[in-house]
């Protein structure tokens, strides 16, 4: 058993004798969500057969209470299974390269006909602190859980939280381990020139913290720093204000990332070995040294149903934006996290145009849709077009009443041009369905 598992059951064994308590098993919830998942993607100006895979997806969650006492025990519980129904296409085999698939992981050169994953997390609360051992999946500034795929990303580390500041949440944390959407398998990680799965490099070691604080019910300011170990530092700053017009809502999203080397990536040596981002340094001294300053303004208004968001974000420095990422996928706390590309290249900027319309204003509640444009211009990157651009559109209908209530539909289609030259058309289809256990 992985010493992270062993570690979150440790510390739910505090609360062995009170397990009987109202609070453990009372507010214990459990369920058993269902998503079905066919992706389908086509390159369409390189000698490349379209990718295709289906999938059903199997996923246990178990979340209980907590003991009674001054310092409350409980225990989360994940399993997770990916049965492989198709994959037809280039990611559902060997390529030249050996990549994993998409959505399945690789098995002899092949798409696994299934996958799995398991996690345990051990926490404790005192008042309105929480402190969380094991499987974790962070929805944070400078770490951000994936899920666009079958099964979820999920990382391994430790968290607290604390909400007993009035207007103040504060959160920290570790992380050890990563497990790609596509993987079984706990892993180190890395970042973009340094993620390839041979020869790359990774760390065990990412910290982070950080504050939201609610000036007022229409102001929150926010402050994250995170520091993956011989990568990189960064630092976080945001704002989000929200207006109640005379007519319609008006929303301000303000975003400022500082990113800088930090340990064997500081040095010509650590370089040397291989801990080094992408970017457009060239063979220069300060080749592969990440180096990234980026930031971004949103504005989003929304009257009776329809939602129009314009927005912009620039990055300097000579490296593109360090995150997170084995080179199998990852979100970002961007205002460019479009469904492909990311739009993070060094000297890269991006203009960003929405449409988002909920059809319960015509009487049809639960079906909503949005197209999103965004182009990229100024890239430095060595080796990349000058432009990339990508179009998103997406429907959602979740049925509201009847029989199969809250089963969910969703169609998402992206086309993507100017990526290296790899210009491409995709589609994911998706139905989803939570069945609840407790």
């Known amino acids: 058993m992985n010493h992270k598992t062993c570690m979150a059951l440790a510390v739910s064994l505090g609360a062995a004798q009170q397990v009987a308590a109202s609070g453990f098993i009372d507010d214990s919830k459990a369920s058993l969500d269902l998503r079905n998942f066919y992706y389908n993607q086509d390159t369409r100006n390189a000698k490349a057969p379209t990718d295709k895979e289906w999938g059903q997806a199997f996923m246990f969650n178990y979340q209980s209470g907590f003991t009674e006492g001054l310092v409350g025990f409980g225990l989360d519980l994940q399993a997770m299974y990916g049965l492989r129904l198709d994959a037809s296409g280039r990611a559902g085999k060997a390529g030249e390269d050996n990549t994993p698939g998409s959505v399945f992981p690789l098995s002899d050169g092949k798409a696994a006909n299934d996958f799995s994953k398991t996690g345990a997390t051990g926490?404790?609360?005192?008042?309105?602190?929480?402190?969380?051992?094991?499987?974790?999946?962070?929805?944070?500034?400078?770490?951000?859980?994936?899920?666009?795929?079958?099964?979820?990303?999920?990382?391994?580390?430790?968290?607290?939280?604390?909400?007993?500041?009035?207007?103040?949440?504060?959160?920290?944390?570790?992380?050890?381990?990563?497990?790609?959407?596509?993987?079984?398998?706990?892993?180190?990680?890395?970042?973009?020139?340094?993620?390839?799965?041979?020869?790359?490099?990774?760390?065990?070691?990412?910290?982070?913290?950080?504050?939201?604080?609610?000036?007022?019910?229409?102001?929150?300011?926010?402050?994250?720093?995170?520091?993956?170990?011989?990568?990189?530092?960064?630092?976080?700053?945001?704002?989000?204000?929200?207006?109640?017009?005379?007519?319609?809502?008006?929303?301000?999203?303000?975003?400022?990332?500082?990113?800088?080397?930090?340990?064997?990536?500081?040095?010509?040596?650590?370089?040397?070995?291989?801990?080094?981002?992408?970017?457009?340094?060239?063979?220069?001294?300060?080749?592969?040294?990440?180096?990234?300053?980026?930031w971004s303004a949103l504005f989003t208004y929304g009257l009776y149903g329809h939602s129009l968001s314009l927005g912009y974000q620039k990055t300097t420095g000579e490296s593109d934006f360090p995150h997170i990422n084995q080179g199998q996928?990852?979100?970002?706390?961007?205002?460019t996290n479009s469904q492909s590309l990311k739009f993070v290249n060094a000297g890269e900027q991006a203009t960003v145009g929405s449409y988002a319309y909920d059809f319960s204003s015509l009487g049809l509640p639960g079906l909503r849709s949005s197209v999103t444009y965004i182009r990229g211009s100024h890239i430095q990157t060595a080796g990349r077009d000058n432009s990339e651009w990508e179009r998103d559109l997406r429907v959602d209908y979740v049925i509201p009443s009847g029989t199969f209530k809250g089963l969910g539909l969703t169609w998402r289609g992206a086309v993507w041009r100017g990526n290296d030259s790899a210009d491409k058309d995709e589609t994911r289809l998706i139905v989803s369905y939570s069945i609840p256990l407790l």
């Open 329 to 335: 996928g990852r979100s970002l706390y961007l205002i």
């Open 123 to 294: 926490k404790m609360r005192i008042s309105q602190t929480q402190f969380k051992a094991g499987t974790l999946m962070p929805k944070l500034p400078v770490l951000t859980t994936e899920d666009g795929r079958l099964l979820p990303q999920t990382f391994r580390g430790y968290q607290v939280d604390s909400k007993d500041l009035q207007g103040f949440n504060l959160i920290a944390g570790k992380i050890e381990q990563v497990l790609d959407r596509n993987s079984s398998n706990g892993q180190g990680m890395s970042i973009v020139g340094a993620n390839d799965p041979v020869k790359g490099k990774s760390s065990n070691q990412f910290y982070y913290g950080g504050v939201d604080y609610a000036v007022s019910k229409q102001l929150q300011l926010q402050y994250y720093y995170a520091n993956l170990e011989n990568f990189y530092q960064q630092h976080f700053l945001g704002l989000i204000h929200n207006w109640q017009l005379p007519v319609g809502q008006f929303k301000t999203d303000l975003r400022y990332f500082y990113s800088t080397a930090d340990g064997k990536n500081a040095s010509a040596a650590g370089r040397g070995e291989g801990y080094v981002s992408s970017g457009y340094y060239g063979a220069g001294v300060n080749a592969g040294k990440v180096d990234n300053r980026l």
